[in-house]
């Protein structure tokens, strides 16, 4: 074996050894019996899969500022801002971020990425960078790239040829934002042209649907029955869903039978909702988080993300996942033992699926070494105390190691 972990802590309670062996998980049992070039003791702590980063910009990332401050703290607000930042995006502006951003996130345990790459500026910079950073970074960072018409696919004539161009150069999925094109008749047409173009390239469906407080954006109905009419269910993914939040309950209800039966994804963004929501509210204020607990309770498949680490939308972050289940935790009163539990859920294997990795992803052996050590001996302990990750192993790689603080009492 080239390394084993001992007395690894799984999230599922049980204490064994793992062994990894030329890239891959060669054994998980109580207590391993043969010798490693390697050992380390890990001592009862948590042992978990990787963490998975199910939405966000890095083509934004570490922007906020430039060219200037969004005052209003308004979605709307920062898109203007980005257009005016992405007039001076090159390609080397983009990968730099993008590459610092990637190691901020793999010192804390991320080894999935899905970023977002705006498509709806003319030379494609975001994405073609996106894309070479995507190749650059394989071998310690998985990153899948979601071609994303910031202003619409009907915004301006030539947004739905700069999309197809996107898929021919090689983005993994086919992204939307129908609550933004100018009228609802646009949205809708935007998520039948989005399906056509997923089947066209067979590529996965990542949508910013209803990521609104406005109670009449229903775009979620139609990806849920376009993806029931296709068949694409866990190939496709609604993101934010905030309008949710804000839907009557009797729609609300109705609409969930309908999300049961499409079996789609759903990426909730607390950080970010729970700010950039409400903002027209005066009181009460709403939280503008989408269903989260509902939909997990329902057995639909929910997962989180940072939308954005230091941009023009969301000027904090850290990129530590365990912010955001922390938030999630908070914001969808998710605080029972059980909830809790599926929070962490949410930021590994959940995120797995909506990714559609499952065949690389989890401890399992045969799967591929990529695995993380906290310094806490539970995911609750690991969220309540955002644990450091002192440990993480990319294909069988040890990584990154951190050490956690060290307190003294004078
Ligand atoms: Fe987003």
């Not at 948590?46 to 998975?52: A, C, D, G, I």
């Not at 502006?93 to 500026?121: M, Y």
């Not at 995507?134 to 998985?142: F, S, Y």
Request: charged share 20%; glycine share 8%; net charge negative.
């Amino acid at each position: 074996m080239d390394f084993i972990l001992r007395e690894c802590r799984l999230p599922g309670g049980e204490l064994v050894d793992i062994g990894l062996e030329q890239g891959v998980i060669e054994a998980i049992e109580p207590c391993l019996e043969t010798k490693a070039a390697q050992t380390i003791d890990v001592g009862g702590q948590l042992v978990s899969p990787p963490f998975v980063e199910s939405h966000i910009h890095l083509d934004s990332a570490l922007t906020a500022g430039q060219p200037r401050w969004n005052q209003s703290g308004t979605l709307f607000e920062g898109i203007e801002i980005w257009r005016d930042r992405k007039q001076s995006l090159t390609l080397e502006d983009v990968k730099e971020r993008a590459i610092a951003t990637l190691k901020l996130q793999a010192q804390q345990g991320v080894l999935f990425v899905r970023t977002h790459a705006d498509v709806s500026e003319t030379n494609l910079v975001a994405l073609k960078a996106l894309l070479q950073v995507r190749e650059a970074v394989k071998d310690w960072i998985t990153v899948q790239v979601v071609a994303f018409p910031q202003d619409g696919l009907y915004g301006s004539p030539g947004n739905l040829e700069l999309m197809a161009e996107a898929l021919k150069l090689g983005a993994d999925a086919v992204g939307g934002i129908p609550h933004y094109e100018m009228t609802r008749e646009d949205g809708v047409q935007s998520v039948h042209r989005i399906f056509e173009l997923a089947q066209q390239y067979d590529r996965l469906i990542d949508i910013h649907c209803d990521e609104i407080d406005d109670d009449q954006s229903r775009f979620l109905e139609v990806v849920a029955a376009c993806a029931v009419r296709s068949g694409l269910g866990p190939r496709v993914t609604a993101s934010h869903t905030t309008a949710f939040a804000s839907y009557n309950n009797a729609y609300a209800f109705k609409l969930m039978g309908l999300l049961s039966r499409s079996n789609i994804n759903f990426i909730a963004n607390p950080l970010i909702n729970i700010t950039l929501q409400g903002r027209t509210d005066t009181y009460p204020k709403r939280r503008g988080v989408t269903r989260v607990k509902e939909l997990w309770q329902q057995g639909l498949n929910v997962s989180l993300g940072h939308d954005c680490i230091r941009d023009p939308w969301y000027s904090l972050g850290t990129g530590n996942m365990l912010d955001v289940a922390a938030m999630a935790v908070h914001v969808c009163q998710m605080t029972g033992q059980s909830e809790i539990a599926a929070c962490y859920d949410m930021i590994t294997t959940n995120g797995a699926k909506t990714l559609a990795i499952q065949d690389r992803y989890g401890l399992e052996v045969g799967k591929p070494a990529s695995l993380i050590v906290l310094d806490a001996d539970s995911p609750y302990e690991a969220i309540r105390r955002r644990a450091a990750v002192t440990h993480v192993f990319s294909h069988g790689k040890l990584l990154v190691e951190t050490k956690p603080a060290e307190v003294k009492w004078a």
